[in-house]
């Protein structure tokens, strides 16, 4: 996935129930995306990274699909809605599912899931000069030079990143970048649309897959053998990792809010170090997760906000956009 906290969702009913406890959910959620990129890895070692790609976004545009037939939601309306929504999908979707895939071509699924943790500090910079209202403060200040230095531990900066792919690396971190300039975008252009969380989001991962569907046959062949673990980690990432997670996600945003759910992003490049040192085993040198840690706790210091004295009276919010890798968005799940 995944930039700053997600946008808030209509609430749900009162009345809703439950069948599972958010904090199981929220659990859920931070292991599917955890995992995403080692099914990443899982995949490419059978396919093309735009064949990964687009089978991701094909599984999660069904169970999307689904999902809004299911509840008999109304799909977004008028061709301005449906243009950005086309621009959020290249943005938060298409380029960095692919960017991603490309980069686990050459770089260890335990670095590309330490790479997706600096979507804050991107949403961060980004946010100085495209979001006005969102005023830095010391502390955020802070974080942003915290996170960066936790980047440079984590490529191994002291010894010239030796033994580093910076092809793969650099592609890594252009994709988290790439989430960061599509948070910012949906947050000026679909706040408002009056359309739910669910329908922008199909529409918009629908929209990634159809863009996926013209440019993979222009780069890859027909593979000559399908093998099953590719093909199984393919449908996991775009079924789970972008089509269930996202609406776990809405449920968890819709009970406890935005700020707790966004804290999944701290979650999920542990549990891809785990998954990837224990499940294929990547090699994990002492800057890894001293890197990853520091990183985090930069990551953290730039979603706070500076307090206020007299706050002002609650609104409903209206729905946004959300990627669907990504997680809340103070990071965004690959």
């Known amino acids: 996935m995944s930039p700053a906290a997600p946008p808030s969702p209509s609430p749900a009913p009162a009345s809703a129930p439950r069948l599972l406890d958010w904090r199981v959910r929220f659990?859920?959620?931070?292991?599917?995306?955890?995992?995403?990129?080692?099914?990443?890895?899982?995949?490419?070692?059978?396919?093309?990274?735009?064949?990964?790609?687009?089978?991701?976004?094909?599984?999660?545009?069904?169970?999307?699909?689904?999902?809004?037939?299911?509840?008999?939601?109304?799909?977004?309306?008028?061709?301005?809605?449906?243009?950005?929504?086309?621009?959020?999908?290249?943005?938060?979707?298409?380029?960095?599912?692919?960017?991603?895939?490309?980069?686990?071509?050459?770089?260890?699924?335990?670095?590309?899931?330490?790479?997706?943790?600096?979507?804050?500090?991107?949403?961060?910079?980004?946010?100085?000069?495209?979001?006005?209202?969102?005023?830095?403060?010391?502390?955020?200040?802070?974080?942003?030079?915290?996170?960066?230095?936790?980047?440079?531990?984590?490529?191994?900066?002291?010894?010239?990143?030796?033994?580093?792919?910076?092809?793969?690396?650099?592609?890594?971190?252009?994709?988290?970048?790439?989430?960061?300039?599509?948070w910012i975008y949906v947050r000026r252009t679909l706040s408002g649309t009056g359309a739910s969380n669910l329908s922008l989001a199909g529409s918009q991962v629908g929209l990634a897959t159809l863009q996926l569907a013209v440019v993979t046959p222009l780069f890859t062949s027909v593979p000559r053998s399908v093998e099953l673990m590719p093909l199984l980690s393919v449908i996991a990432l775009g079924a789970l990792g972008t089509g269930y997670a996202m609406l776990l996600q809405y449920g968890v945003v819709a009970e406890v809010g935005p700020t707790t759910a966004s804290m999944v992003t701290y979650f999920i490049p542990v549990i891809a170090t785990a998954a990837g040192v224990a499940l294929l085993d990547e090699h994990l040198a002492w800057n890894t997760p001293v890197g990853a840690l520091v990183v985090l706790a930069g990551a953290a210091l730039t979603q706070t906000r500076a307090s206020r004295r007299a706050a002002p009276p609650a609104t409903a919010s209206r729905p946004a956009a959300a990627p669907a890798e990504t997680p809340p968005r103070a990071a965004s799940r690959a």
């Open 27 to 182: 659990g859920a959620l931070a292991l599917i995306w955890g995992f995403s990129f080692l099914f990443i890895k899982v995949g490419t070692e059978g396919f093309a990274p735009f064949q990964v790609t687009f089978g991701r976004l094909l599984f999660g545009t069904a169970v999307l699909a689904a999902a809004i037939v299911i509840k008999r939601d109304r799909l977004p309306r008028g061709a301005r809605v449906w243009g950005h929504l086309a621009v959020a999908a290249l943005l938060l979707n298409a380029l960095p599912f692919s960017l991603f895939a490309y980069a686990e071509l050459t770089i260890p699924s335990t670095l590309a899931g330490i790479c997706n943790a600096t979507t804050p500090l991107w949403g961060m910079v980004l946010s100085l000069v495209a979001l006005s209202e969102d005023r830095p403060t010391r502390v955020r200040a802070a974080g942003l030079g915290i996170g960066f230095v936790g980047v440079l531990t984590v490529l191994g900066a002291w010894q010239g990143f030796s033994g580093l792919d910076v092809t793969g690396t650099a592609l890594a971190l252009l994709a988290s970048f790439s989430y960061a300039v599509g």
